[in-house]
């Protein structure tokens, strides 16, 4: 069984920042990518950011240029780092990972998701 932990949410004003961390625990190996992704009240889920199992990596629009993503293979965690905080970023954050490897049955298992933090920015 394979689970993704998330914590470093909160709340923060306008401007602030928060990191975010995802952990993935279980029996697997080969993490695909991952990434994070975000659902705002009454708006569908959204992609944040994605990297690569080699580190490449990709993000929305809206959060160029202030977020961050990076992971370290070495303890399966991905990373959020987020700055100049806006309203609008308000929202569950959620890890996911595309696929992975079970040792169980030595083939891709798909699609992953942790159960998601609450960040909220406001004043």
């Known amino acids: 069984q394979v689970q993704l932990v998330e914590s470093g949410g909160g709340l923060v004003q306008p401007g602030g920042s928060l990191r975010l961390s995802c952990a993935a625990s279980?029996?697997?190996?080969?993490?695909?990518?991952m990434g994070w992704y975000r659902q705002a009240p009454g708006k569908r889920r959204e992609l944040v950011a994605t990297?690569?199992?080699?580190?490449?990596?990709n993000y929305a629009d809206s959060v160029k240029g202030r977020f961050t993503i990076s992971r370290d293979n070495t303890k399966n965690t991905v990373y959020l780092q987020m700055n100049s905080l806006k309203p609008e970023d308000t929202a569950v954050y959620y890890c996911?990972?595309?696929?992975?490897?079970?040792?169980?049955?030595?083939?891709?298992?798909?699609?992953?998701w942790g159960q998601g933090t609450q960040v909220t920015v406001s004043s």
């Open positions: 279980g029996s697997f190996f080969s993490l695909n990518a």
């Open positions: 996911n990972v595309d696929w992975l490897i079970t040792i169980a049955t030595m083939k891709p298992s798909y699609d992953y």
């Open positions: 990297i690569t199992s080699s580190g490449s990596t």
